[in-house]
Nanobody
Framework: QVQLVESGGGLVQAGGSLSLSCAASGLPFRRYAAGWFRQAPGKEREFVGAIRRFGDYTYYADSVRGRFTISRDNAKNTVTLQMNNLKPADKAVYYC????????????????????WGQGTQVTVSS
């Protein structure tokens, strides 16, 4: 059974930092690209960033590029989203998603192509 468990969310002041973690189990982690998406109340789920299965390439939404960093540890089956200089607009539930990506050709910014996702973790940024 595949499980993705996000952690690390919370309340932070604008300009602060949070580090989200996603622990994966039940899947061949090294074959999977990982994506982070977020969803604010009343809005559609939007792409935050993604990392290819070997961690050699990362992709970011324009709104977070330069502030957020994705990394992965294939030995521990974890993906981390380091979020710096947080803004009130970053407030959302953040989801980790995994996609079987043996050839590195996933449409990384499209949540519909991902195979698995976690339950999400809430990030709140106060102004």
């Amino acid at each position: 059974q595949v499980q993705l468990v996000e952690s690390g969310g919370g309340l932070v002041q604008a300009g602060g930092s949070l580090s989200l973690s996603c622990a994966a189990s039940g899947l061949p982690f090294r074959r999977y690209a990982a994506g982070w998406f977020r969803q604010a109340p009343g809005k559609e789920r939007e792409f935050v960033g993604a990392i290819r299965r070997f961690g050699d390439y990362t992709y970011y939404a324009d709104s977070v590029r330069g502030r957020f960093t994705i990394s992965r540890d294939n030995a521990k089956n974890t993906v981390t989203l380091q979020m710096n200089n947080l803004k009130p607009a970053d407030k959302a539930v953040y989801y980790c998603e995994e996609n079987n990506d043996p050839y590195g050709n996933t449409q990384y910014d499209d949540s519909r192509v991902y195979d698995y996702w976690g339950q999400g973790t809430q990030v709140t940024v106060s102004s």
